[in-house]
């Protein structure tokens, strides 16, 4: 077992009615004026915001909203959302939505606390000195947001998508109601259990040394997720699934799953080349996250699983309960590559970028690897370390239907 | 799945040299005087407190060691405790050892911090208002107390033990270095085991509704349990073993293990009747808590299984590898407390009270589950619940050899 830190402060409160303690929360830290940031419409048309309105004027706390959050969240909104905090003095950003808008309160936070141009900061070339308290009022289970460190913000100007993890980000609450997400839509449900099954697969798939412990969390985590994907394609209201899948979207991404694996260092455990080859794709196509995910990562896992093809069998056999051949873990390995494949297509998910509406020529390839590869200046993944040339056989494997 | 609030702050600090970070984690919370807890002799004689004196010196904070802690931690020393930090201005507690010290460290960090006696808050007759924060430097796996909101202390007065569960009692971070466990004798190994696997079952077993992932998590880590507790039999210092026992520890009782189960109420989910059987038999007679554990669930089992044979018979399967007899769950069930209790056998540990040398006469059953029902006022347990009568005739069963 690698060495790791395990922080995790973020108070979860889970269950029926939990956005109703927001107000409670936000007084306990001693906050007075609450940015309520969010995303469409639907959080206006179900009433959730009006309800949090009410919570908050009732509790005697003041607040500003600012909606309009978008997938694959901007710069352009985060900026907005700085020069609204300081012009209002807030003190507490609220974040209605899901992985998109928390994210985009983590930006916004870090801008309000931070001297300079938020962007630097995802760029890496400043670090961030702090970020103004966030809080989560969660309506979409997916991106662990609500419990992570991380937050991925995208700049227009170039469609550059950059993460930045700082622990001075993480939620200070987490309000997770499951009957808030019995009207998510198929397609968005299942974008969010893919996104869920990747940010564990991530953390499963490294070459550090494995742990007992966190590989069973990680492949209960797993099975509980695929077997209630199913549960919810018939049955979008059944609140155990919906809670379910909710729970496993924060202990996902928490860090939970990555205890004692080590990985490529900068504090996070994993592989994480799936995320990085699917960043630049929504980055210029703006493809949903989930989606972009499932799209890659067969050709992804077909492309590395020789590295350690027992690895691979474990996860066919612990996971997507394969049968095991013992004398063949390769075969047994790319069992379960396609198992997975097939609970993607079930899910109405892509394994294939042809399958986003996307058709990648020549040209797309030399790009999307050239952006990957941060201009031919890094490596990503840890199960096998890819190159320019790696992520664009990927690319291309991918782009083949 | 039940609602539930999930709140571990803990900053853990896991590896080699993990203790190295005491210093620099006290400076961070503005914390200037240290009380150093720790127990018996072993944490001075393997050099352990001179390396943590050292590290808080060379980081210009002050202390003062109080040791002495024993199992089943005292009343008496708490006060003592509590008189020191008032006396030395003390504004941090370091717990360097297990349980017993940490429990200790959390009473006397409430006894400071509360203008009424410590042992009002443990009868229950005040609320604690807060505590003074404590770390841990841990040296045994077992109690959990280092991610834990719960202490439990022992009154010589009446030899009354009770226990108290706050949040403020939290350990502000957790340092776990596994080779601190090294050279602990395989009795205390064992009781740890135990009682690590006694923390996961007592969520395990309880009436709430079940939660799929809650209970994945709580099968791997179980697995993961017994697995490298063999393993240490052999090998004593296999880091990779004690690795996975001293991680297991901390999340089997961080309320990871519990999460959707509800329960009994009082905000933790679960049964608890063993540790509250348990905790007459080690207030009265001293035992080692995880050896009393163990020599008494079996009794427990087999006195409740009945209200839910199906819970046993998957306890039974997926964490103890007996095979499934679908037509007969009662069978399964029964073959699954039998293969627990042959596992606490081969560790040593004692199945029934007279292992522990302690012959109970009629009197003393009588006086047990007297103590245990609080002079017949509270009926304990949520699996099934127990009253006086019940509880005497687990006692007595647990009496035959």
């Not at 909606?67 to 609220?94: A, T």
């Not at 460190?149 to 993890?165: A, F, P, Q, Y």
């Not at 069973?216 to 699934?241: C, D, F, W």
Request: proline share 4%; hydrophobic share 35%; charged share 20%.
């Amino acid at each position: 077992m690698m060495d790791f830190t395990y922080y995790t402060p973020t108070k979860v409160v889970f269950g029926r009615q939990a956005e109703e303690h927001a107000a409670g929360l936000i007084r306990e830290l001693g906050c007075k004026k609450v940015l309520i940031h969010y995303g469409g419409q639907s959080a206006k048309a179900s009433g959730l915001l009006d309800r949090i309105c009410t919570n908050l004027s009732q509790a005697g706390l003041e607040y500003v909203p600012l909606g309009g959050v978008v997938p694959n969240p901007r710069l352009s909104k985060v900026r907005e959302g700085i020069r609204l905090c300081q012009e209002e003095n807030v003190d507490f950003i609220l974040a209605v939505g899901g992985g998109s808008v928390i994210d985009s309160s983590k930006a916004i936070g870090y801008g309000v606390l931070n001297d300079c141009d938020v962007w630097e900061l995802y760029l890496g070339k400043q670090k961030p000195k702090g970020c103004l308290p966030v809080g989560a009022v969660l309506t979409i289970a997916a991106a662990g947001s609500e419990m992570s460190e991380s937050s991925v913000i995208t700049n227009e100007d170039g469609w550059l998508k950059r993460g930045l993890s700082h622990e001075s980000s993480r939620c200070r609450f987490a309000l997770m109601n499951p009957e808030l997400t019995f009207t998510l839509p198929p397609y968005q449900t299942a974008c969010g259990c893919v996104d869920i099954l990747m940010h564990t697969m991530e953390r499963y798939f490294s070459q550090g040394s494995s742990s007992e412990l966190t590989d069973g969390i990680s492949e209960a985590l797993m099975r509980t997720v695929i077997h209630n994907a199913r549960i919810l394609k018939s049955e979008p209201q059944n609140y155990n699934a919906r809670a379910e899948i909710m729970w496993a979207g924060s202990l996902a991404h928490n860090d939970l799953t990555g205890c004692g694996r080590g990985g490529q260092g900068k504090g996070r455990a994993g592989d994480w080349a799936t995320h990085q080859l699917e960043h630049e794709l929504s980055g210029i196509f703006d493809v949903a996250h989930g989606a972009g995910l499932s799209a890659i990562w067969g050709s992804w896992a077909r492309y590395v699983y020789r590295e350690n093809p027992s690895r691979f069998a474990q996860f066919a056999v612990n996971v997507m309960g394969v049968p095991n051949r013992f004398e063949m873990p390769e075969c047994t390995a790319l069992e379960g590559i396609a198992a997975m494949e097939a609970f993607y297509r079930e899910l109405g998910m892509p394994t294939s970028i042809p399958e986003l509406g996307i058709q990648l020529n020549e040209k797309d390839l030399d790009l999307l690897a050239y952006k990957c590869s941060f201009q031919n200046t890094r490596t990503i993944g840890d199960f096998k370390k890819l190159g320019r040339e790696d992520m664009r056989n990927i690319y291309e494997t991918a782009s083949r239907v």
